[in-house]
């Protein structure tokens, strides 16, 4: 069915494959910039990563290398580098990392590109105008969050212990660089849970109130990859081939959701990530079959469509149609239960030792101020949240 | 014709608040959850003459207010007719914002409260068979629909 109207952009340029990191220069270069900032985080600095892509660097001598940014970004940090940026008269930036460093660079180009000194003054949904533009490449090491490929930036506003939500096309890096060597020190638990992240976006994103045949397309290819490379991609670290599918796969489904939203597995896991300071990715695997058992009367036919793409077709065609929508709950429950045994990713909210019983409430009441809740394609009160918490606690 | 509708439709939509603030426990916390003198600027198109109107919630009531920019909250629909199917009930909010259909300038955790009471004042201007199209779920109302018809047009307002 085709919505009675949609917008969907994806300006970024992907560069995927064998010696992507070495056409950084190009990129800088075409975009008529030399002096970029290199943001990272020290653990990344520490295990080569950022000495690895520096060195594919050719001719590029960054203006300022910084590898300080926390696992959860604040404003503090970003205005802290805006800072750098000026003090260094850097002109572009790379940004080497997860979810929280991409985010980070995106709020540092905001906050330069609109001169704020205040961002919360300027949080809001496809509000911003647009500035002048800082050439931005992404270089992803998780699989991941697909924030290379959005135009959203999750910083946390550390005063209110919230995380602040910014949308806005402009926010969308130039360039996303797919490469193994970016990726492959990704440890068995965080390619698992950066993994069941990109799952979850391309489920959200299909299902979702805000879904179109366009997000559509990106999602279910992304489902297809996660299907065939995510247990691969855990089991051996080193298969070059699974590593390179799963970040294509976690860039499909970021571009996926970036278009079409996601809803109350991430509107209930932000919370539990502002509150109990929760891995996103850990709770995106515990919430994601609880969330789709209570949307299932709404999305039954929806699921029973993507079973086709996370579990084939022989699969698909042996399941009942009635039948296939809770298949595809069970099969994620499965492959949960996979990752459990393996690299011992928590299936439930008290096996994480971050979250309190005594805290759902909070997290609850949290969850259903979070944006992703309007797009949920089933109403979710705090009643409904505090259910599905308590179902996912599990002790 | 659809901004002069819309115009009204807004003003029906900043009286309705304020009557479930003191008459619908729901909207009443909801209002209590935000921050005194807490602004809402609601416009329906991106033209300067386009309809709109501003509130200020103090004291657990919604009050009118003249806002021309600087509100805590901003929502403006991309034009007015998008504007129009909200307001008559043709589309919901979700719906709107699943079409792209608005902005919103702040806060977008407490722009949630906003966008519920607005969901309740739905549930109590339109019919059933509208509220039911338009939103995810119906809730019970808790004073009659009439009743805040008619408190919304003959009850003291208050100025600010």
């Given at each position: 069915m085709i919505p009675a109207y949609y917008e969907f952009q994806n300006t970024v340029k992907i560069c995927s494959g064998?010696?992507?990191?070495?056409?950084i220069t190009y990129e800088l270069r075409e975009r008529n910039v030399s002096r970029p900032m290199v943001l990272s985080d020290s653990v990344l600095e520490e295990i080569g990563t950022v000495k690895t892509v520096l060195q594919a660097m050719k001719e590029i001598e960054p203006g300022c290398v910084f590898?300080?940014?926390?696992?959860d970004s604040s404003f503090k940090v970003v205005m802290k580098i805006k800072a750098l940026y000026m003090q260094y008269h850097c002109d572009s930036i790379v940004a080497i990392g997860g979810g929280s460093v991409i985010d980070t660079a995106k709020g540092v180009c905001m906050a330069i590109g609109t001169d704020?000194?205040?961002l919360p003054a300027i949080m809001?949904?496809?509000?911003l105008k647009e500035w002048k533009r800082i050439p931005y490449i992404a270089v992803p090491t998780?699989?991941?969050?697909?924030s290379e490929a959005t135009a959203v930036a999750v910083i946390s506003d550390t005063d209110h212990n919230v995380k602040a939500e910014f949308i806005s096309r402009?926010?969308?890096?130039d360039v996303a660089m797919l490469d193994v060597r970016a990726l492959q020190s990704m440890p068995m638990r965080i390619t698992a849970s950066t993994g069941m992240d990109a799952l979850c976006h391309a489920i959200e994103a299909y299902t979702?109130?805000?879904?179109n045949p366009m997000s559509d397309a990106y999602a279910v290819s992304a489902i297809k990859l996660i299907g065939n490379y995510l247990k691969r991609a855990v089991k051996d670290g080193n298969n070059q081939e699974a590593r390179l599918a799963m970040a294509n796969a976690s860039l499909m489904a970021g571009t996926a959701f970036s278009n079409s939203m996601v809803g109350g597995v991430h509107a209930i896991g932000h919370a539990l990530g502002g509150i109990?300071?929760?891995a996103h990715g850990d709770a995106m695997n515990i919430l994601l079959p609880y969330v789709m058992a209570y949307n299932l009367d709404v999305c039954e036919e929806t699921y029973g469509e993507l079973l086709l793409y996370l579990r084939g077709a022989d699969i698909y065609a042996s399941i009942p149609k009635k039948e296939r929508g809770k298949e595809l709950i069970r099969s994620v429950r499965s492959m949960s239960a996979w990752l459990n045994k393996i690299?011992?990713?928590?299936?439930t909210l008290a096996e994480?030792?971050?979250?309190?019983?005594?805290?759902l409430q909070a997290v609850a009441e949290a969850a259903v101020n979070d944006?992703?809740?309007?797009?949920?394609p089933k109403a979710m009160s705090v009643e409904d949240v505090r259910h599905i918490l308590e179902r996912a606690y599990g002790a | 014709m659809k901004g002069r509708i819309c115009q009204i439709v807004l003003w029906f939509l900043c009286r309705g608040m304020d009557v479930l603030a003191q008459g619908d426990d729901r909207v009443r916390d909801e209002i209590h959850r935000l921050p005194e003198g807490y602004t809402i600027r609601l416009k329906?198109?991106?033209?300067?003459?386009?309809p709109q109107i501003g509130m200020i919630l103090m004291d657990g009531r919604v009050q009118q207010v003249n806002l021309d920019d600087g509100a805590d909250l901003t929502i403006v629909f991309k034009n007015v007719h998008i504007a129009f199917k909200v307001f008559t009930g043709q589309i919901g909010i979700s719906e709107a914002y699943a079409r792209r259909g608005f902005y919103m300038k702040g806060n977008i955790n407490k722009a949630m409260g906003v966008v519920r009471c607005m969901e309740y004042v739905e549930l109590y201007l339109f019919p059933k068979f509208m509220s039911g199209r338009i939103l995810k779920r119906v809730e019970k109302k808790q004073m009659p629909a009439l009743m805040v018809y008619k408190k919304a047009v003959f009850d003291r307002r208050v100025e600010v």
């Open positions: 064998e010696r992507a990191l070495e056409n590898c300080d940014i926390p696992s704020a000194e205040d809001g949904a496809d509000c998780t699989s991941g969050t697909g402009h926010l969308l890096p979702c109130l805000q879904k109990c300071h929760l690299s011992h990713l928590p299936m994480t030792g971050k979250v309190e019983r005594e805290q944006g992703a809740i309007i797009v949920n | 329906a198109g991106m033209g300067k003459k386009d």
